[in-house]
């Protein structure tokens, strides 16, 4: 599980020039709300555990 969990991890690190959040921050441009963040935690663990809508 582990693994999985790295690999998919990892794909992100190429994106890595992108994510210059202290920068954006000072830019003034807004990142993600506690209320964005909520619903992102919900739909991984959603996933995770093989909920399935419809």
């Known amino acids: ?11 992100y690190l190429k994106y890595d020039d ?5 920068d954006y921050l000072k830019a003034g441009f ?4 506690g209320v964005i963040q909520g619903v992102c935690r ?5 996933r995770k555990d093989g909920y399935h809508s419809g």
Do not use: V
């Not at 992108?18 to 202290?22: A, G, I």
């Not at 919900?42 to 959603?46: C, P, V, Y």
């Open 42 to 46: 919900h739909l991984i663990k959603d």
């Open 18 to 22: 992108y994510l210059k959040y202290d």
């Open 30 to 33: 807004p990142i993600a709300t």
């Open 1 to 11: 599980m582990l693994d999985i969990y790295l690999t998919n991890n990892a794909k």
